[in-house]
């Protein structure tokens, strides 16, 4: 595994990290799930990012985790950087909901239970609420770092305008934003525009969720949609709408450099999300060990040559997901 620091701080985080949005809540197979963490943190993935709505049912993720953790990998707490965030619907019902101070106590207090830590190394607010003002979140992100409940603070999917207040107020309090969490990909290149600029003026490392586009930048839907894939999956985020021909013969022209770079098509989407120093790690997900394992692999080879990066370029203008 390599890793690299995070932001200006002394943490550093593998380039590759695992997320537990899908196939990890209580419809998924337990098995399954310990024998992914478990292969991950042995091939040096120190760092795993969780949610309180993550399942599902939301919060079965952390449970799950939980129960992993406590039962094969107690031992390794302190060598493991275990993530969390608040923001999304989690509960129907008051304070269910959003980024209050309300809101981000109760979600704390809630995944520290489920996953039985007694903190998290980062925790997150999850996304920007427009209800609330940016200075009360940020303010109850301050405060759980101060209580020891978290050590680092991050901040995701934030406009930027919304994200350089909330860096600013998390300054002037000497808790610095850690890390921004966006997505980005190959179809989705939004952060280029303002965001990394902005992470690396304010200080804070950059950590990409969904880089294979939810499996679209990988050779599964090149010839159609497989019965147990994420777009043919009902309780997922990925459409079969979404899985337009018009990506797909992008993907398929974008294969062609992956195969004469001796990769598949998912190990050069991420070794391309990784090109930019900017980028501090990717967090992929998987399904099982195998496509893990696949995943991991494109750290073999992260260099890319100009003509290469060129022919990228012009095979994705205009892609968008």
Known sequence: MKY???????????????????????????DTSREMIKYAFSEGVTHFDLANNYGPPP????????????????????EMIISSKAGHLMWDGPYGDGSSRKSINA?????LRRTGLEYFDIFYTHRYDSDTPVEETMQALVDVVRQGKALYIGISKYPPKEALIAMKYLKER??????????????????EEKILKIIQENGSGFIAFSPLAQGLLTDKYLNGIPKHSRAANPNGFLRVQQVTPELVEKVKALNVIAVERGQTMAEMALAWALRDAA???????????????????????L????????????????AKL
Not at 107 to 111: A, K, T, V
Request: glycine residues 8%; proline residues 3%; contains cysteine.
């Open 279 to 301: 980028v501090t790690s990717l967090i992929v997900g998987a399904r099982n060990v195998s496509q893990l394992q696949d995943s991991l692999k494109a750290l073999d080879n």
């Open 59 to 78: 919060g079965s993720a952390e449970i799950n985790f939980g129960k992993i953790l406590k039962e094969d990998l107690s031992s390794h707490r302190d």
């Open 174 to 191: 000497d808790v610095p934003c850690l890390i921004f969490q966006d997505k980005y990909s190959m179809f989705n290149r939004k952060p």
């Open 4 to 30: 690299t620091f995070c932001g200006n701080s002394g943490l550093q985080l593998p380039r590759i990290s695992l997320g537990l949005w899908h196939n990890f809540g209580f419809v998924d197979d337990f």
């Open 303 to 318: 260099s890319f040559t100009n003509e290469e990066l060129t022919l990228i370029d012009s095979i994705l203008d205009g």
């Open 107 to 111: 979600s704390i207090n809630q995944s």
